[in-house]
């Protein structure tokens, strides 16, 4: 696939040019990511990474907010936050995107060494995130999960996508999945 719009381009959020931004620029216009690693602050608790994120506006989501929407980390919310979980700390770090006034939501592996019933809660939480409007990019190896919560779907093989459409269509295509996803 020869075509430069398949993998090269610019990348807008109300008007603004994400691609030319430095991050703290980005995160100012409501950019939220969840990165791979979580970066959970290590000596803070639970309270405290959530508060350390809302220090600058615009805010979003209030603490009380986040406690009712992630129940487990109001139970652990004086508990120093990198000895949770790998789940726990997840949730965290969602939570800590959602105390900012956010826009678009970048999550980079989600799932990753996750137990199934984690997943899930984390894939509920994310359906939620969806539901309110808030423009969600997940970057993920358990493809089915994501194409579950996913509107749409890029595929990319050796850098380069060799697929974009909706992500029903994924699903609902055993060659396409069997070739680029090996499910």
Known sequence: MDDPQLHEGE???????????????????????????????????????????QIEKPLGWSIERIYD?????????????????????????????LARDLKL????????????????????????????????IIVEQNAVAALELADRALILDMGQIVFRGSAREVLDNADLRHEYLAI
Request: aromatic share 4%; net charge negative.
């Open 11 to 53: 990348i807008w959020l109300e008007g603004q040019p994400l691609h030319t931004m430095a991050d703290w620029q980005a995160a100012q216009l409501g950019v939220g990511l969840v990165p791979e690693d979580r970066r959970i602050i290590q000596g803070l608790t639970v309270e405290e990474n959530l508060k350390l994120a």
């Open 105 to 136: 939501l970048l999550l980079d592996e989600p799932y990753e060494g996750l137990a199934p019933v984690i997943v899930q809660e984390i894939e509920k939480i994310v359906a939620e995130i969806k539901e309110l409007g808030i423009t969600t």
């Open 69 to 97: 929407h992630f129940p487990r980390l109001a139970e652990r919310r004086r508990q120093e936050a990198v000895t949770m979980s790998g789940g726990e700390q997840q949730m965290l770090a969602v939570a800590r995107a």
